[in-house]
């Protein structure tokens, strides 16, 4: 069962990975498996990020009508 991150935690863990691999920390035999899970991270921020605009987009063009139809609706 595949685990549900918030892109948060996401991307801590990214950030993580990032600065053992950085720093030396990593080992050969693990380097190969922290750059497959970096991008399995990657690929859960980038669809948290995409699906979080969309949401937004879809808000902001339910607000619009609204600001077209009432002149005094606060600009």
Do not use: H
Not at 13 to 24: A, R, S, W
């Amino acid at each position: 069962m595949e685990q549900k991150y918030t892109y948060t935690d996401a991307f801590n863990e990214l950030q993580t990975i990032v600065k053992e691999i950085e720093n030396g920390t990593t080992n050969i035999d693990e380097l190969a498996e922290k750059i497959k899970r970096a991008s399995d991270l990657i690929e859960v921020c980038r669809t948290k990020l995409t699906t979080t605009e969309d949401e937004v987009n879809q808000l902001l063009q339910k607000i619009a009508p609204a600001q077209d139809a009432d002149p005094d609706y606060p600009s």
